[in-house]
């Protein structure tokens, strides 16, 4: 037993309960609010909820220097999309066709998202 005090405070044991839930979803068409890729626009590839990032097709593209392999023969140059926030991802609405909060509403006993814009289920 050693006799030192935990220096964290009462409760907090240093990590994260539970993962939070976010307002993308994979397959979400949404709009880089901020960064150098500002205003475009791409489908969510996919989402890592744990670290609260995702991956846009075509947006945040950067250049990565690859080895020949197989599934590379040539080797090179490739473009790859990087994972960016999804605090600067807003989802566009379906219906409008602008991009809209996100809300959670319970129908029919099942937790459905909704556009907040238009209230229509996203």
């Known amino acids: 037993m050693s006799t ?3 220096t964290l405070p009462p409760g907090f044991q240093g990590r994260p309960r539970h993962v939070p839930k976010l307002h993308i979803k994979r397959g979400d068409l949404v709009k880089v609010l901020s960064g ?9 590839v996919r989402v ?6 995702a ?3 075509g947006v945040a593209l950067v250049t990565k220097r690859v080895r ?8 090179g140059i490739v473009e790859v999309e990087r994972p960016i ?7 566009i609405d379906p219906s409008t066709g602008k991009p ?15 556009a907040k814009k238009s209230g229509k289920v996203l």
Not at 68 to 75: D, E
């Open 55 to 57: 991956i846009v097709e």
């Open 36 to 44: 150098d890729d500002k205003g475009k626009t791409g489908r969510v």
């Open 100 to 114: 809209t909060r996100v809300g959670r509403r319970l129908e029919n006993g099942q937790w459905v998202r909704y």
């Open 48 to 53: 890592f909820p744990k670290k609260g990032l």
């Open 85 to 91: 926030p999804v605090s600067k991802l807003q989802v």
């Open 4 to 6: 030192k005090k935990s």
């Open 68 to 75: 020949k392999s197989q599934k590379y023969p040539q080797g």
